[in-house]
C-alpha cells in the first residue's frame, strides 16, 4: 500500500508507483526535490521497503545517515525505481468461458525439487579407542 501524507500537486500529471529498498546497514531519507510545490521525504530503515507514488520526471535523493550528519550517496529517477502494475486485460472478470482470471496464470514460477536424491540417511562417524 502506497503511504500518501503529502498528495502530489493537482497539476501534475504521469504520476508512477515506485520501490526503493535500503540494503544498506544505515538509515537512510529518501527525498524528492526536483518537484515545485511538493515535498516528499521518508526514512528508510535497514533492510525495509518504501512503496511510493511520484511524478514520473521527479528524481530521489537517497541520503545515508551517519552519526548527526547525512551524505547525499545516490540520486535515482523515480522511473527507474517504477513498479511493474498488472495491466487492466489481467482483472478482467467478464470471462465468458467461466476461468477465474487470478488463477490463469502463476504469479510465482514453481521450484522444481528433486525428492529422491536429496532424502539420503546420514552417515556419522564414530571414534573407537586404543589401548
Known amino acids: ?4 501524507l503529502d498528495p ?3 497539476k ?3 504520476k508512477i508507483l515506485c520501490c526503493y529498498i535500503n540494503v544498506t546497514s544505515k538509515i537512510q531519507v529518501a527525498r524528492i526535490s526536483n518537484i515545485p510545490n511538493w515535498y516528499f521525504e521518508r526514512v528508510v530503515f535497514p ?7 511520484a511524478p514520473r520526471k521527479g528524481q530521489v535523493e ?6 548527526a550528519s547525512a551524505i547525499l550517496s545516490d540520486k535515482i529517477p523515480c522511473d527507474r525505481l517504477m513498479l511493474d502494475e498488472p495491466s487492466t486485460y489481467e482483472f478482467d472478470t467478464d ?3 467461466g476461468e477465474d482470471p487470478f488463477n490463469i496464470k502463476p504469479m510465482v514460477q ?5 525428492i529422491g536424491d536429496t532424502t539420503k540417511p546420514l552417515q556419522m562417524a564414530s571414534l573407537a579407542s586404543v589401548d
Open 1 to 4: 500500500m502506497a503511504q500518501i
Open 47 to 53: 533492510g525495509q521497503r518504501l512503496v511510493f507514488e
Open 95 to 97: 470471462s465468458s468461458d
Open 8 to 10: 502530489l500537486p493537482p
Open 62 to 67: 537517497i541520503h545515508t545517515g551517519m552519526m
Open 12 to 14: 501534475q500529471s504521469g
Open 110 to 114: 514453481q521450484i522444481n525439487t528433486k
